[in-house]
T-cell receptor, first 113, second 114 residues
Framework: QKEVEQNSGPLSVPEGAIASLNCTYS??????FFWYRQYSGKSPELIMF????GDKEDGRFTAQLNKASQYVSLLIRDSQPSDSATYLC?????????????FGKGTHLIIQP | KAGVTQTPRYLIKTRGQQVTLSCSPI?????VSWYQQTPGQGLQFLFE???????NKGNFPGRFSGRQFSNSRSEMNVSTLELGDSALYLC?????????????FGPGTRLTVT
């Protein structure tokens, strides 16, 4: 049984601060990791993906992966009120694209102006 | 490039009826996956199609089925609807090849079963 754990929150962060979102997963065969952002009433939007151990930066977002610890995180620098959303972590095993994503329940992030 | 489109956006059905949802992937994408999202269970994988073939299936009853056409458009069918089938149904398309497997979601179809 693949499990993905995320703190459901809400996680409240002041505007301009760093928001840190964490995710642990049970499937050691996971190869890639996706972070999606979902605004209330909208569909998930892919914001970051990471394949290798270490850090990957894209604008204000940094994804960090530690496969040995089965842990992936997302840092959002200079948080803006528009970052307020639910963030979903999805490890992916691979398999030529056939395997579906297994999602965590998501962390509800609130950026306070 | 146009994104993933889904029709209809909203649907209200009665228990026992059946429903068909449609998904058009991003141009050039050959893989379409379907997901169900509910407040209690979150986002759950239903099945994935590639080149008109179902390659993988999640843990859902046989009432849930799908197909994919030669132009990569996909349909999902739910027969004998139950109240618990009320959910947001999302499809996601992927290039699924050349080292690119990211999935991009459509806006979803909100199904309400009464």
């Amino acid at each position: 049984q693949k499990e993905v754990e995320q703190n459901s929150g809400p996680l409240s962060v002041p505007e301009g601060a760093i928001a840190s979102l964490n995710c642990t997963y049970s499937d050691r065969g996971s190869q890639s990791f996706f972070w999606y952002r979902q605004y209330s009433g909208k569909s998930p939007e892919l914001i970051m993906f990471i394949y290798s151990n270490g850090d990957k930066e894209d604008g204000r977002f940094t994804a960090q992966l530690n496969k040995a610890s089965q842990y992936v995180s997302l840092l959002i620098r200079d948080s803006q009120p528009s970052d307020s959303a639910t963030y979903l972590c999805a490890p992916w095993r691979g398999g030529g694209g056939a395997d579906g994503l297994t999602f965590g329940k998501g962390t509800h992030l609130i950026i306070q102006p | 490039k146009a994104g993933v489109t889904q029709t209809p956006r909203y649907l209200i059905k009665t228990r026992g009826q059946q429903v068909t949802l449609s998904c058009s992937p991003i141009s050039g994408h050959r893989s379409v996956s379907w997901y169900q999202q509910t407040p209690g269970q979150g986002l759950q994988f239903l099945f994935e199609y590639f080149s008109e073939t179902q390659r993988n299936k999640g843990n859902f009853p046989g009432r849930f089925s799908g197909r994919q056409f030669s132009n990569s458009r996909s349909e999902m069918n739910v027969s004998t609807l139950e109240l618990g089938d009320s959910a947001l149904y999302l499809c996601a398309s992927s290039l699924a090849g050349g080292g690119t497997y990211e999935q991009y979601f459509g806006p979803g179809t909100r199904l309400t079963v009464t």
